[in-house]
T-cell receptor
Framework: NAGVTQTPKFQVLKTGQSMTLQCAQD?????MSWYRQDPGMGLRLIHYSVGAGITDQGEVPNGYNVSRSTTEDFPLRLLSAAPSQTSVYFCASSDRRDRASYGYTFGSGTRLTVV | SQQGEEDPQALSIQEGENATMNCSYKTSINNLQWYRQNSGRGLVHLIL?????REKHSGRLRVTLDTSKKSSSLLITASRAADTASYFCATNTGNQFYFGTGTSLTVIP
């Protein structure tokens, strides 16, 4: 049981490049989300999904796209990287059917630098 | 922003002492959760308290919730050096989870 797996762990992009951050979970969780973490800003929600085929925007969605074609995978796409997107990105999932706990399981993060 | 705000931003205590950190939030919630983040790692879920609960315990953790004041507190008793980490509260409103800015706790051996 791997939990939530994020790849890559580190990435350097040039301004204007695009890339996809991968996130996969093997817990059959319905709910998945992407956060970015910046110093002094805490975690800010980018996009989330309540199930396959359903996605929605969070607090800071601009510059990012997501899709949820399967329950397991929730990739985050940066369309045209900007230095302001330099951050640590976390993917998280939750089993919303478990009424006793909606706690998140987090991946280990992707540290992205845009130069 | 619908983020919560933790207070204090940083806390330094001696091993064996208790650590208390607070969280305030802005909107009505379904539940409130606390997470720990060790340096360079992902967040780990510690405890969840529902909006109709006032207090919850888990091992050395005690969480309180006051929905009238839109605030919560996390108490870690008999702290250990291994408790050194950042602690975040997260509020659940409908389908969204919002995190606070965190409290950095340092436990000095």
């Amino acid at each position: 049981n791997a939990g939530v797996t994020q790849t890559p762990k580190f990435q350097v992009l040039k301004t204007g490049q695009s890339m996809t951050l991968q996130c996969a979970q093997d817990m059959n969780h319905e709910y998945m989300s992407w956060y970015r973490q910046d110093p002094g800003m805490g975690l800010r929600l980018i996009h989330y999904s309540v199930g396959a085929g359903i996605t929605d925007q969070g607090e800071v969605p601009n510059g990012y796209n997501v899709s949820r074609s399967t329950t397991e995978d929730f990739p985050l796409r940066l369309l045209s990287a900007a230095p302001s997107q330099t951050s640590v990105y976390f993917c998280a999932s939750s089993d919303r059917r478990d009424r006793a706990s909606y706690g998140y399981t987090f991946g280990s993060g992707t540290r992205l630098t845009v130069v | 922003s619908q983020q919560g705000e933790e207070d204090p931003q940083a806390l330094s205590i001696q091993e064996g002492e208790n650590a208390t950190m607070n969280c305030s939030y802005k909107t009505s919630i379904n539940n409130l959760q606390w997470y720990r983040q060790n340096s360079g790692r992902g967040l780990v879920h510690l405890i969840l308290i529902r909006s109709n609960e006032r207090e919850k315990h888990s091992g050395r953790l005690r969480v309180t919730l006051d929905t009238s004041k839109k605030s919560s507190s996390l108490l870690i008793t008999a702290s250990r050096a291994a408790d050194t980490a950042s602690y975040f509260c997260a509020t659940n409103t409908g389908n969204q989870f919002y995190f606070g800015t965190g409290t950095s706790l340092t436990v000095i051996p």
